[in-house]
């Protein structure tokens, strides 16, 4: 009967041992998903926050996208699920969607089309200006060289700028 008594004692501790052990393990999993779902959020608001300064950037210039979006693509690579969620929060690709690409490729072609009205008016008047000058003092070498000068300044400047545009308006459309 002691034997008998010595096995039953033996088998409730081991069953108390293996009950402690299952909260144990059980309490342990609870800690660990707390502890994912809190390194989750915190990874989440920590995106958020590297993107606002891209989103603010974006907003003003559509030249920003071209820095922004390759970082935003690269993060999306590394975090799916993460942006998955921010998408889903924010009802559209996060940071920057396909429609806030689009209206900034809109925006940069707006944009140059009043630069461009806008140069041609400013070159339109110092030439004016300039060949107003030359007939009040016809054949100065010196005048002729200045009407001239207005044209190539005008031509350069508008190259450059037509060269930055189109640079521009390419990387955005690849972005779409």
């Known amino acids: 009967m002691a034997s008998t ?6 088998l409730a501790v081991v069953v ?31 995106l958020l926050n590297l993107f606002a300064p891209g989103v603010a950037a974006a907003a003003g210039d559509p030249r920003a996208l071209l820095t922004w979006q390759p970082l935003a693509s690269t993060a ?12 889903r ?19 940069w072609s707006t944009d140059w089309l009043a630069w ?15 060949e107003q000058e030359m007939r009040a ?7 002729r060289s200045r009407v001239d000068s207005v044209e190539q300044e005008k031509l350069e400047r508008y190259q450059r700028r037509y060269e930055e545009y189109t640079r521009v308006s ?4 690849k972005l779409m």
């Open 16 to 46: 108390a041992a293996l009950i402690l052990a299952a909260r144990m393990v059980s309490r342990v999993h609870r800690i660990e998903t707390a502890t994912r779902h809190s390194a989750q959020s915190t990874r989440r608001l920590q």
């Open 170 to 173: 390419k990387a955005l459309k």
């Open 116 to 130: 461009e009205q806008t140069h041609d008016a400013e070159y339109k008047l110092k030439a004016a200006v300039a």
């Open 89 to 107: 929060a924010a009802g559209a690709t996060f940071p920057f969607s396909r429609d806030q690409i689009e209206a900034a490729h809109a925006r």
């Open 137 to 143: 003092s016809p054949g100065s070498t010196v005048l």
């Open 5 to 10: 008594i010595v096995v039953a004692v033996t």
């Open 76 to 87: 999306r690579v590394m975090f799916p699920d993460d942006f998955a969620e921010l998408d």
